[in-house]
């Protein structure tokens, strides 16, 4: 940090911290201690982070039967909630997959 001198970055939207982590990210460049990332490289790791989104967006229909019952049931939870009971079911089966939901 700069210890309240006037850092050299004015720009509004930056606070002071970020302005000192742009001093001396420039500094660390103009040092040589880190190198910029070739136009190709960017590219690669643009890509892989697409792929990443991509594959953690896509989402898969499928059809279940469930007892009447249980939907009723599922649809008032869901109502509580103010969800869409298909975003609540969803939202369940998501936690259940990943372990932050527990079966009884």
């Given at each position: 940090m700069n210890n309240g001198t006037k850092n050299k970055y004015d720009a509004a939207?930056?606070?002071e911290e970020e302005k000192d982590?742009?001093?001396s990210f420039e500094a660390a460049l103009e040092a040589g201690e880190i190198t910029p990332?070739?136009?190709q490289e960017m590219e690669t790791i643009r890509q892989d982070w697409k792929?990443?989104?991509d594959?953690?967006?896509k989402k898969r229909a499928i059809t279940l039967r469930l007892q009447e019952r249980d939907i009723r049931r599922l649809k008032s939870q869901a109502r509580e909630l103010g969800l869409p009971y298909?975003?609540?079911i969803s939202s369940m089966l998501h936690q259940l997959?990943?372990?932050k939901l527990t079966t009884r």
């Amino acid at each position: 940090m700069n210890n309240g001198t006037k850092n050299k970055y004015d720009a509004a939207f930056l606070d002071e911290e970020e302005k000192d982590f742009v001093e001396s990210f420039e500094a660390a460049l103009e040092a040589g201690e880190i190198t910029p990332h070739s136009a190709q490289e960017m590219e690669t790791i643009r890509q892989d982070w697409k792929d990443v989104l991509d594959n953690t967006l896509k989402k898969r229909a499928i059809t279940l039967r469930l007892q009447e019952r249980d939907i009723r049931r599922l649809k008032s939870q869901a109502r509580e909630l103010g969800l869409p009971y298909q975003t609540y079911i969803s939202s369940m089966l998501h936690q259940l997959a990943n372990n932050k939901l527990t079966t009884r």
